[in-house]
């Protein structure tokens, strides 16, 4: 066996028929296109281009199933529909109650999963993504979510940025522009055994890292935040720098830690 460290992602077409759109993704995002006789496992996640859209799937003979970004169904879904409205933690967090339903500027995108939530309650949520294959991910997610008439108006409330978050809001704050709330969920290690989180870390990490500029991101943030800035962390992590939040929304898992700038309503 090689120890040469395996080359992050590829993305590799799931037939004949999807090479072309495989294709144009590996030259979009700049890494290579596996074709037919590569050897996969040189690269340590395929960004797969098949029948159900975009998957990352990480290489090895134990490895999980691919990742998306699935709007219709999952965990997502069952948030959607069976979540708990407005009693939801993150409802609390971002400050929704009557009619109040915020702005929200989400900086960590990821696969989407709190801002469709939001978006499911009502708020207009704008995304940014810094990571090429996360945010490809994430746009596949949206777009196939556009074509289905129970999900298409909510996401229709998520406007996705591909761009480096501290960059994005330096600029924008130096424009004059603020959001009501930012939302942000840093990828830190932690100690959190489910399965889900697992697979997803496992998956993640080659092709994102952890969040090593935190502090950096925060206070990009509250520069642009006009009401709050909302930080999701696992439960027992510390906050991030030595600013103190104004308060805090602890959960089983996790929670979140809210520096308040102004009363929303």
């Known amino acids: 066996m090689s120890d040469t460290p395996l080359n992050p992602y590829a993305v590799l077409p799931l037939g004949p028929a999807f090479v072309e759109a495989a294709t144009a993704l590996a030259a979009e995002i700049n890494c290579?296109?596996?074709?037919?006789?590569?050897?996969?496992?040189q690269f340590e996640v395929l960004l797969?281009?098949?029948?159900?859209?975009?998957?990352?799937?990480?290489?090895?003979?134990?490895?999980?199933?691919?990742?998306?970004?699935?709007?219709?169904?999952?965990?997502?879904?069952?948030?959607?529909?069976f979540g708990g409205g407005k009693g939801q933690?993150?409802?609390?967090?971002?400050?929704?109650?009557?009619?109040?339903?915020?702005q929200v500027l989400d900086?960590?995108?990821?696969?989407?999963?709190?801002?469709?939530?939001?978006?499911?309650?009502?708020?207009?949520?704008?995304?940014?993504e810094r990571s090429p294959v996360i945010h490809a991910l994430l746009r596949d997610g949206i777009e196939r979510a556009k074509q289905d008439p129970e999900v298409?108006?909510?996401?229709?409330?998520?406007?996705?940025?591909?761009?480096?978050?501290?960059?994005?809001?330096?600029?924008?704050a130096a424009n004059g522009e603020r959001y009501q709330v930012v939302y942000v969920d840093p990828m830190f290690p932690?100690?959190?055994?489910?399965?889900?989180?697992k697979k997803e870390m496992r998956v993640f990490r080659p092709v994102v890292g952890d969040d090593t500029d935190a502090e950096e991101l925060l206070e990009a943030a509250?520069?642009?935040?006009?009401?709050?800035?909302?930080?999701?962390r696992p439960r027992k992590a510390p906050t991030i720098g030595s600013r103190a939040p104004s308060y805090q929304l602890e959960g089983k898992s996790s929670r979140y830690d809210i520096y308040t700038l102004k009363k929303l309503g």
């Open 32 to 41: 290579p296109l596996l074709r037919e006789g590569d050897d996969p496992e």
């Open 48 to 81: 797969q281009v098949g029948v159900h859209g975009l998957g990352l799937q990480a290489t090895g003979k134990k490895a999980p199933g691919a990742i998306n970004a699935d709007f219709l169904a999952g965990a997502t879904a069952h948030r959607r529909k």
């Open 89 to 102: 933690m993150i409802a609390k967090a971002v400050g929704i109650k009557g009619g109040i339903r915020p």
């Open 107 to 128: 900086v960590t995108a990821g696969l989407g999963k709190d801002a469709f939530v939001l978006a499911t309650l009502g708020c207009e949520m704008t995304l940014v």
């Open 152 to 172: 298409a108006e909510i996401v229709e409330r998520m406007q996705l940025n591909h761009a480096n978050s501290i960059d994005w809001m330096r600029e924008h």
């Open 190 to 197: 932690h100690n959190d055994k489910s399965a889900l989180v």
């Open 222 to 232: 509250l520069g642009i935040a006009e009401n709050r800035v909302v930080v999701k």
